[in-house]
């Protein structure tokens, strides 16, 4: 688990300073080491987070002749089986690492090196005979690569967008798009920044450029939620029980402390069950209170799975300072992120790091085995023409109350402007949004609302099941967009590894051909809680879905009142692009109690802070 970065420039030799610079910017994913590569056109870094391999696994790492080599991000869960199938094939190992496999996969495959992969991984490979470089990441963005085209066909690229700010030669001109995506959904998904001169590599794709090549973008592999309608339901739940024990077993491999989160719901206990049957020592396992924040405190049931597998448990209460925390957590981000989960996510991270380098998550779950509420919503059921001005008039009249994005989808005329009125658009609709911006900046706009982006994925899934439909645009733009991200960042910060076996790429290719009638029991999540039934106590098995409802509308009341309030200063840059009086009109009411606009008001804030603080 590392963190890279480099430098291409096909007619000079990059400066050495500039890229070291670069690589100081990620000393937190990577506090072990450090290495660098530099040859001709290229200069390849990474910062170490030692893992696997401990003596001998330090990079950049190259083949036997020293034509190629590689720095890389993640963990290669398959390489066991990679490194074998190598040796057949003639290649020899001087090291136990799994970044290893890369560079013997390269010359053995080629391109298509990613599609062999199993695991979490951004890397780049510097192939010095044909003066080429290839960067790839994972087939659904577990591990983050930014990247900037400079100009004369030059390239930097970074696991942060921070390593690439002290690079010059691409533009700080802030993404409209991008910005409207952010107040919609409170997150920037791929390949947009909120930057225009930096984007980030979709999942499963690679980027090439080299000599006498033009730099390009290929997408390696692709996933469709389509059911497949063979197998009854107890056969499904065998192949899903199979095929995760195998995945939270690959994913286990590690030299370091392993350990995992445990929430108290299904998917953290299913993991921490599977990891307690294969470990021949204790497991250890943490749950972070927080006593002040109420409805967070999920340790009871916890403790139930915890007693259950005899896991060396420990409840890490947590007192937070939520105004200092919050704004060094701000800080940290490279571009407007406005999941509330970061801050919780972020404290019991660096708690945990204390104890253990590597713990594994539940993360994913609910996208492959529809656990959110809105794979359960009915279909629209007024002819449009009705339900047009109604929906309109409620998105006008129900801002601030519960049920409003639900309400506006049971209205929508399409599968398209369902997903992205009724769960896309989780903050704000299009029509709400025109009242925020200055005239000039809604003009700008008004032609390239942000479904511009998922048009070709909207067409794509139209005709399938809705719920599958769903699945496959959360799995392609939300996971990696928010919880991946939010994951991620908030890991790494503390340099803790986190890995998520419900991503295991041979598991998500399972679960894309599930039935969905297996899916919609009595309770979300059917058939991955029958698979696993007897592992749970039954009082965490038939458990229903607790969302982790950070009290943000308290926050703004509370701790945080005095930055929201400094936020709608008269001297904001933000009033450029924004009117200032729908959100003081919002905070008005909010802080009054009349209404609940806290998803807005944090977009507001968190794009406020970060605008104050931008390159």
Avoid at 265 to 287: K, N, Q, W, Y
Avoid at 290 to 302: H, I, Q, T, V, Y
């Amino acid at each position: 688990m590392c963190g890279i970065t480099g430098i291409y420039f096909p007619n000079t030799s990059p400066d050495l300073a500039l890229l070291q610079q670069m690589n100081r910017a990620l000393i937190h994913r990577g506090p072990d080491g450090e290495g660098y590569f530099n040859e001709g056109p290229v200069r390849l870094a990474m910062r170490r987070l030692a893992v696997i391999d401990l003596q001998t696994g330090d990079q950049p790492i190259y083949s036997e002749d020293r034509s190629v080599a590689v720095v890389y991000n993640g963990e290669i869960y398959n390489y066991r089986e990679l490194r074998a199938e190598l040796e057949c094939l003639g290649h020899r190992f001087v090291t136990q690492s799994d970044t290893e496999v890369l560079v013997h996969g390269y010359e053995a495959w080629g391109d298509d090196l990613p599609l062999r992969l199993n695991g979490m991984f951004a890397f780049a490979l510097w192939d010095s005979r044909r003066k080429r470089l290839l960067l790839a990441r994972d087939h659904l963005g577990i591990k983050p690569l930014y990247y900037a085209p400079l100009p004369n066909g030059g390239l930097a690229f970074a696991s942060e967008l921070k390593a690439l700010l002290p690079v010059d030669g691409w533009s700080r001109e802030i993404d409209p798009l991008a910005l409207d995506w952010f107040l919609a959904t409170r997150y920037i998904p791929s390949p947009r920044t909120i930057y225009l001169g930096v984007r980030k590599l979709p999942p499963a794709h690679r980027l090439i450029v080299g000599a006498g090549e033009t730099l390009r973008i290929e997408r390696y592999w692709d996933v469709a939620f389509i059911p497949n309608q063979e197998g009854n339901e107890q056969e499904w739940s065998e192949r899903l029980r199979h095929s995760l024990t195998a995945a939270v077993r690959r994913q286990m491999i590690a030299d370091v402390p392993l350990g995992a989160f445990l929430s108290g719901g299904i998917d953290s206990s299913i993991v921490v069950g599977l990891m307690a049957g294969a470990s021949a020592e204790p497991l250890r396992t943490f749950t972070v209170t927080f006593p002040s924040w109420g409805d967070l405190d999920e340790s009871r049931f916890a403790r139930l799975v915890a007693r259950r597998f005899g896991t060396v448990h420990a409840e890490i209460a947590v007192e937070a300072d939520v105004e200092q925390e919050w704004g060094a957590l701000a800080n940290y981000m490279d571009e407007p992120f406005a999941d509330p989960a970061a801050l919780p996510t972020w404290l019991m991270a660096r708690q945990t790091r204390s104890h253990v380098t590597v713990v594994l998550t539940g993360e994913g779950a609910d996208e492959l085995f529809q656990g959110y509420g809105w794979y359960r919503w009915p279909a629209p059921l007024l002819p449009s023409y009705f339900a047009e001005p109604l929906r309109r008039l409620i998105q006008r009249w129900w801002q601030g109350r519960r049920g409003r994005h639900r309400l506006i989808a049971l209205l929508a005329p399409s599968f398209g402007a369902l997903y992205v009125d009724g769960v896309l658009s989780s903050v704000s609709q299009a029509e709400q949004r025109a009242s925020w911006y200055q005239p000039d900046w809604w003009a700008h706009l008004r032609a390239a609302a942000p479904r511009v982006d998922i048009e070709h994925l909207l067409r794509e899934t139209s005709s399938r099941h809705r719920s599958s439909a769903m699945q496959e645009l959360d799995v392609k733009i939300w996971l990696e967009g928010d919880p991946l991200t939010k994951v991620d960042r908030m890991t790494m910060l503390a340099s803790l590894e986190a890995r998520v076996p419900f991503l295991d790429r041979e598991l998500v290719e399972l679960a894309s051909n599930i039935p969905t009638r297996y899916h919609q029991g009595k309770l979300s999540k059917w058939l991955l809680r029958r698979a696993f039934a007897d592992l749970l106590p039954q009082e965490v098995s038939e458990r229903s879905k607790h969302a982790f409802d950070v009290p943000v509308g308290a926050w703004l009341r509370g701790p945080l009142r005095s930055c929201l309030e400094e936020s709608l200063s008269e001297s904001s840059q933000l009033w450029r692009i924004l009117r200032p009086e729908p959100f003081v009109k919002m905070t008005e009411q909010h802080l009054s109690g009349q209404r609940d606009f806290s998803r807005e008001l944090w977009v507001l804030l968190n794009l406020a802070f970060w605008w104050e603080r931008r390159a």
